[in-house]
């Protein structure tokens, strides 16, 4: 619930306190004191637009800060874990800030963290409920009015839904796979054929995981061998080629000095050693030709290698970037295909299950739909009957259901469209409530769904915004005796002019205007027994001080039921 709530510089506001505590408490002041400056302050702490003009003249910036407390009985223990800025669970406390600049512009924050208005929002609405003179009131907005009968319903629809919600579930999940199996039967085939392509030169190309470094480490060494083979190539066209072989021209050599050897044996030493070179030349050359053809396999090896190496960089720009990777793509492609070519059967299976599960989604739908028409029939004669008491006699409250639209008949509630109606005078035709109920009557109406679904409303704190305008005094007691009910789960703020009503409230606070000459300032300040009975009374007569009106203000105050704190 709302602990405190601080505000500076917000219009005629230079600096207030404001702190309600627990039950009922009312605030009440002159015309023009200020009043609306406190709901004002609230709305900007949910996260309403802010205004430029809404500064005090003269200020930089307005600011709020509301502190609120018991956030664990508002907020589930997942919600308190995702929320995007600091929570101690100990202090169990919420802080929330807004601040407006002198141009317009605003910030807000939570727990002392920047954060975005819609978080604010999302926060704040499930923390204070306003019901004032506008049409940002919840009971006007069509989409909340399926909330608030299911909520009065309980568990009957509580059950119903959540058992709609699997059907549901299970409906749409069938209904995602035909739409991703039921693409056209020509894409599809086009599709399987390119993923058997893909499939078979993966299982073609068996790469290994680690052979991309053993390719590297092999091309570098068989470049190296190239070098070496070419400088071999140099020495052999060194020693025979077309024009001019050394071998040949050795042994010629030889055989012209052995003949001469034989004529003069002087020279046979020579010819000796020139056999000997002829002999380790030719020795040499068959080595070199032998270790040639070797270098030439090293070539083709080497061929290989850069080919395989070239087809792994291929595959790496198709299908990842490195072996692990092709695997798992081969893994999806294969799954993939199978389910393509089983698509055929499976459409089968999934559009027999799609027919079971509308008709048990509709059969679920069909229930929650008699459920709620059954509790709508209740409500119905409870705000009826409560409106009545609030100073509605002749009005008439019902709760209207429309299918929802054939191409989103589904949704996540059901297929009712739910909009409450009223007619606010006897012969006066059902119309939708917003375009019917005026902002007194709405707040009345509100109310009347407060207080018969108070223990199904999760939001602590509950403002109303002048309930009794146009009501008389024989009303207003009764609406303060609704208001006592609803403060007993309820955390309740009323600004009011009704003398009955405030003196039904726990507390009583009151906004003063005051001008020190040069300035306007409003303060809020608790009353005590005294300061309550000369306010009730100038709610009475307009004077604080009439000896009449005090008198009635002290014994209404001192009716049962009505404790002062």
Not at 144 to 153: E, G, P, V, W
Not at 265 to 290: F, H, M, P, R, Y
Not at 539 to 556: I, P, Q, R, T
């Amino acid at each position: 619930m709302l602990q405190r709530i601080d505000i500076k510089n917000l219009a005629i506001i230079h600096q207030a306190q404001f702190e309600p505590g627990t039950g009922f408490s009312i605030i009440t002041g002159e015309t023009g004191a200020g009043k609306s400056l406190l709901i004002d302050a609230l709305l900007l702490i949910r996260g309403a637009r802010s205004y430029k003009d809404s500064v005090r003249s003269g200020a930089e910036s307005a600011s709020i800060d509301a502190i609120f407390d018991q956030i664990s009985n508002v907020f589930s223990k997942s919600e308190i874990e995702d929320f995007p800025f600091p929570f101690d669970l100990e202090e169990d406390t919420l802080i929330l800030s807004r601040e407006v600049s002198a141009d317009g512009r605003s910030t807000a924050r939570i727990n002392g963290r920047l954060v975005t208005l819609s978080i604010l929002r999302e926060i704040g609405e499930r923390l204070v409920d306003i019901h004032g003179q506008n049409e940002q009131q919840s009971i006007f907005l069509p989409e909340r009015h399926i909330t608030f009968l299911d909520r009065y319903a309980g568990d009957s629809v509580s059950k119903a839904l959540e058992e709609y919600k699997e059907s549901l579930n299970k409906y749409r999940s069938c209904v995602e796979e035909i739409r991703n199996l039921g693409a056209d039967p020509a894409e599809r085939e086009r599709r399987s054929e390119v993923l058997l392509y893909q499939i078979h030169e993966l299982e073609s190309a068996r790469f290994v995981v680690g052979e991309e470094e053993q390719l590297i480490e092999k091309k570098r060494f068989l470049q190296q061998e190239k070098k070496i083979r070419e400088g071999i190539t140099e020495c052999l066209l060194s020693l025979r080629n077309e024009r001019y072989d050394a071998l040949k021209s050795l042994s010629d050599a030889h055989g012209s000095l052995s003949a001469v050897a034989r004529i003069d044996d002087s020279w046979q030493s020579l010819a000796n050693e020139l056999e000997s070179a002829t002999l380790s030349v030719s020795g040499v050359l068959s080595e070199i030709e032998k270790r040639m053809e070797e270098e030439t396999e090293d070539a083709a090896r080497l061929e290989e290698v850069v080919d395989r190496l070239d087809l792994l960089y291929r595959f790496q720009s198709k299908y990842g970037p490195d072996i692990p990777a092709f695997y798992r793509y081969l893994s999806d492609a294969r799954t993939e295909y199978e389910t393509i070519k089983g698509s055929a059967k499976r459409l089968e299976v999934l559009h027999r299950q799609r027919q079971e599960f509308e008709k048990e989604l509709m059969n679920r739908a069909d229930l929650l739909h008699s459920l709620r028409e059954k509790a709508a029939r209740l409500l119905s004669e409870e705000i009826g009957r409560e409106l009545s008491d609030l100073g509605m006699p002749g009005a008439v409250f019902a709760v209207t259901f429309s299918k929802r639209p054939k191409e989103r008949f589904f949704s996540r509630t059901g297929y009712d469209n739910i909009e409450f109606a009223l007619s606010a005078n006897p012969g006066e035709p059902l119309k939708p409530l917003a375009k019917t109920a005026s902002g007194g009557e709405a707040s009345r109406i509100m109310l009347a769904i407060k207080t018969i679904l108070a223990s199904a409303d999760d939001i602590p704190t509950l403002v109303f915004d002048e309930i009794d305008t146009g009501i008389s005094g024989k009303t207003a007691t009764v609406v303060a005796q609704k208001i006592q009910i609803l403060s007993k789960t309820h955390q309740v703020l009323l600004v009011s002019h009704m003398a009955q009503i405030a003196a039904a409230a726990d507390r009583h606070f009151r906004i003063e205007k005051k001008n020190d000459g040069e300035k306007t300032f409003t303060s809020i300040q608790i009353l005590d027994r005294a300061g309550r009975e000369e306010e009730i009374s100038r709610l009475l007569s307009g004077d604080m001080e009439d000896s009449v009106s005090l008198d009635l203000a002290s014994k209404m105050l001192d009716r049962p039921g009505v404790t002062l704190l």
